[in-house]
Structure formats: C-alpha cells, structure tokens
C-alpha cells in the first residue's frame, strides 16, 4: 500500500509537471516537444487512476501532495523529465514489482508493471527530443496514448493493439 501511495503520488506530480513543461516547450517554440509532454502527462494521469483504483480496492484512499513544478528552459525539462523516467523504470517499479509479488498482489503487480512499460517508452522518446532538439521544434510529431494503459508511442500507423494491455488501436488516443 505504501508503494502503491508513492507511485500514485509521483505521477500525479508527473502530470502536472508534464502539463507545464508543455506550456513552455510551447512559449520557446517547440511544438514537438510539447506535443510529447501533452502525450506523457496524459499517460501518467493514466498510471494515477489505475495506481488509484488498486488503492481504494484495498480500502485505502489515494493520496498525493502535488508540488509546483520547477519548470526551466525546454531542454533542461527535457533532462529532467528523462532522469525521472528512467529512475521509475529502472529503480522504482521493479522494487515496487518485487515487493508485490513476494506479497502476492496481483492488481498491484499489473498497475506497475504497466506503469514501468509506459516509462521505458517515455524515457525513449525524451532521449530522441533531446538527441534531435532542434527538429523538434516543428509541429508534426504526434504521439499515441493507450486510455486503458498509458502505453504511449509516436504515431504507428501499423499498430493494431496495445503491447502492454492488448486493446484496439482505438482505445488509444493521438496527441499533437
């Protein structure tokens, strides 16, 4: 419960942090950017609601302080944003995977597991925006996020399912 408690707090935070970078990729003019910001706050408010429900089903209320974000230059969010990511999947969900298992909690282990599979694809992109900043600048890049999961990937035209959940490519919206 107490793992379950962190992660829903910290991509509650994740979203609204999202949320802000995306203004400012708007403002500095990286509509790309911004665009994958939009993308990955919609995934991870996602991750809040599926972490969330597993709380109240174990008769807990979910519980999260949102901070203000400290939002800098588009590049130096980008960085953080990828640090982010890259704990969660790293560190983070796999301590939290383990801890589920061993305590047999199997709605638990599936909201982190998909939460930690979104993660890699998140922190992938970031380190693409970063890698090719300033061709992100461009509108154009739009990004697919599974409502169900928050899988998220740039725009696939030959996606048919989910990888991580298995539903539609129409339960998946597209971000610009």
């Given at each position: 419960l107490e793992?379950?408690?962190a992660a829903f707090n910290g991509e509650s935070n994740a979203k609204a942090k999202y949320e802000a970078f995306a203004v400012k990729a708007e403002e500095e003019g990286y509509k790309s950017v911004a665009a994958l910001f939009r993308a990955a706050s919609q995934s991870e408010g996602i991750h809040a609601k599926k972490h969330a429900a597993v709380i109240t089903?174990?008769?807990a209320e979910p519980k999260a302080e949102i901070a203000k974000p400290d939002v800098k230059s588009?590049?130096?969010n980008l960085e953080a944003a990828l640090a982010g990511e890259t704990?969660?999947?790293e560190t983070m969900y796999p301590e939290f995977i383990k801890q589920a298992e061993a305590e047999k909690n199997r709605a638990a282990v599936r909201t982190f597991r998909g939460a930690m599979l979104a993660e890699v694809e998140h922190a992938k992109l970031y380190k693409q925006a970063?890698?090719?900043l300033d061709a992100w600048k461009a509108a154009g890049k739009e990004f697919m996020v599974c409502q169900v999961c928050g899988y998220?990937?740039?725009s696939n035209p030959a996606l048919v399912k989910c990888p991580v959940c298995?539903?539609?490519k129409e339960k998946f919206t597209v971000v610009k």
């Open positions: 793992n379950l408690q089903g174990m008769g588009t590049k130096e704990y969660e999947k970063l890698a090719e998220t990937e740039m298995s539903v539609p």
